[in-house]
Structures are given as C-alpha cells and as structure tokens.
C-alpha cells in the first residue's frame, strides 16, 4: 500500500478474513489521509493482535464496527489515534 499515498478510506478492507491472525508492525503508519476505517476488521474471528504503530498517523472519524465480531483480539495499538472530530464509533 506504499503506492497509494492518498489513501482515505479502509473501510471493510479485511471484513470476514475469518483466518487474519495478526498484521504487520506499522501496517498503514504512513498513511495520515486514512478517516475512514468502519468494519475493517469486522469478523475477523482470529483476528488477535494489532501491533503499535498500526494506523497511528491516521486522523480517524468514521471506526463503526471497526473490531465488532474480533472475538480473539488480545491488543490493540497504543499509538491508534482518534480524531477530536470523531463521528462514528458506534460497536468500535
């Protein structure tokens, strides 16, 4: 995702991935334009670890349902940043 350096929206980017375990360190820490990150990891079943740094420049105000269904999720990252306009958090 190097390549898409205006990238805004992450929304359902890995809803369902019922087999997504855990991510990379820093995954999208270099994408600041990213708002919009509602259901991303909806149902992600197996889903345990975000790791710091993941979506941490990240200036987010949509997160509706952005870890409902993650029945395994163990961490989530410290440096996750929510914006002070945040409009949509609801079933985060």
Excluded: Q, R, W
Aim: aromatic share 8%.
């Amino acid at each position: 995702l190097s390549n898409a350096p205006a990238l805004t929206n992450v929304g359902s980017m890995f809803s369902g991935c019922t087999n997504l375990e855990s991510l990379p360190e820093g995954f999208l820490s270099n994408h600041p334009g990213i708002t919009n990150a509602g259901n991303m990891f909806y149902n992600c079943t197996s889903l345990e670890v975000v790791p710091d740094g993941c979506l941490s420049k990240s200036n987010l105000t949509g997160t509706s349902s952005m870890f409902s269904g993650c029945n395994a999720l163990i961490s989530l990252p410290s440096g996750l940043s929510l914006a002070e306009g945040l409009v949509y958090a609801y079933a985060m």
